[in-house]
């Protein structure tokens, strides 16, 4: 996208070395991405909730290229990840020419997570973001030539194309990503802030159960994959654009049932998928089933606004408004708990979004 290009016209001097770093927090589609073509251009829209204490933290140490070192190094947790420096090497290669500066400069980035490495959470929606957020950072710093909204939104336009997720990662509270005729300015090539919600929303909690902290045998880009044969593709992007829409209007009007039926609609529903694909697999596992159930029986017997959502995982993420965290915890606290790996709950809400550190 030309609006990304840094112009001709913006020559740039000698550059010294220096250091710059974010904490960009990972997020829960409600609505889910799951499908793509082309360069990251998502199926269908989504719309997610930010997450607040689930982030990284990346530092990005830059200096005049000529060590003779690798030109781009990752550290994850102070030690060289050779398989994550890959993907961080191949995704900016992929972006380099709307960061022409980076031909002149060596980079090094130090990425820690706030949740441990074994938790079986998704990880590249925090890690990839808190890497586009450095890089346009340093953009700015260089050129300054960006508003607070541009910033963003060159952000989350970078982000995508590492990963599709991390692109909704640079917002607080609520962020929509794809094109939908019901929400204004919406567009594939970043995700937007859904400004506009009532205040129950913003006082989410988001438990997510860790049922399994193993590695996924089946990674997001091979699901997404199988979504281009998927009997059930059509219907499941009119599906998933119906409930984009929905939900933005939704998260206006404070409905908790309708974001509760469509939150749970969008996590079997994706599951349904890779369950029918071809070759079809499962992530679901039985203490998923068990957990979900529990959700749904202690939901009828209270009448309490509990639900949950699932990512590309076994592990159930419950979510609840501030308002009834008493009765939501000893819930969980007697009836989950026991249903977790080792008993891990990590305990999260709805986040305020990515946080430049000093
Ligand atoms: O961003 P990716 O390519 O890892 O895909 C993420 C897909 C889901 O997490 C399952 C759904 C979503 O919208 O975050």
Redesign the pocket.
């Known amino acids: 996208m030309n609006e990304f290009l840094i112009p001709s016209s913006q020559p740039l001097g000698p550059v010294k070395a220096g250091h710059l770093a974010w904490r960009s927090p990972s997020n829960i ?1 409600i609505v ?3 499908g793509k073509f082309g360069r990251q251009i998502p199926a269908n829209p ?1 719309l ?1 909730m930010t997450l607040e204490d689930s982030f990284t933290e990346t530092h990005l140490f830059y200096k005049p290229a000529g060590s003779g070192e690798d030109p781009i190094r990752y550290f994850f947790n102070n030690e060289r990840s050779p398989s994550f420096e890959d993907r961080v090497v191949h995704f900016i290669e992929g972006v380099r020419e709307y960061f022409p500066f980076i031909e002149k400069l060596e980079l090094e980035f130090h990425s820690k997570n706030s949740f441990p490495h074994s938790a079986g959470l ?1 990880s ?2 925090s890690s990839m973001s808190s890497i586009a957020l450095c890089l346009v950072s340093l953009e700015q710093d260089l050129y300054k030539r960006f508003s607070d909204k541009q910033f963003f939104l060159k952000a989350s336009f970078i982000a995508r194309m590492a ?4 692109c909704r990662s640079v917002y607080p509270c609520f962020a929509a990503w794809g094109r939908s005729d019901g929400i204004p300015d919406s567009t594939d090539a970043y995700a937007i802030a859904c400004e506009r919600f009532d205040p129950v929303f913003a006082t989410f909690h988001d438990d997510i159960v860790i049922v399994s902290s193993d590695e996924k045998a089946i990674s ?2 091979s699901g ?1 994959a199988l979504m281009n044969e998927h009997p059930f593709a059509e219907s499941r992007y009119a599906q998933a654009k119906a409930n984009a829409r929905e939900l933005f209007q939704v998260l206006k009007n404070g409905d908790l049932k309708r974001f509760g039926e469509i939150a749970e609609t969008e996590a079997m529903t ?1 599951h349904a998928l890779m369950m029918s694909s071809s070759p079809g697999y499962t992530l679901l596992l039985p203490n998923t089933l068990s957990i979900l159930h529990k959700v749904r029986v202690f939901r009828k017997e209270t009448g309490l606004p509990v639900y949950f959502s699932l ?2 995982g076994p592990n159930p993420h419950i979510l609840y408004p501030a308002h009834i965290k008493d009765s939501v915890s000893a819930f969980i606290r007697t009836d989950i708990q026991p249903l977790a790996e080792n008993g891990v709950i990590i305990h999260d809400h709805c986040g305020m979004g990515p946080v430049q550190l000093q």
Do not use: Q
């Not at 990963?163 to 991390?166: D, E, H, I, K, V």
């Open positions: 589609a889910k991405y799951w989504s997610s998704a590249s929606a990963s599709g997720s991390a997001s880009s997404h994706i990512d590309a």
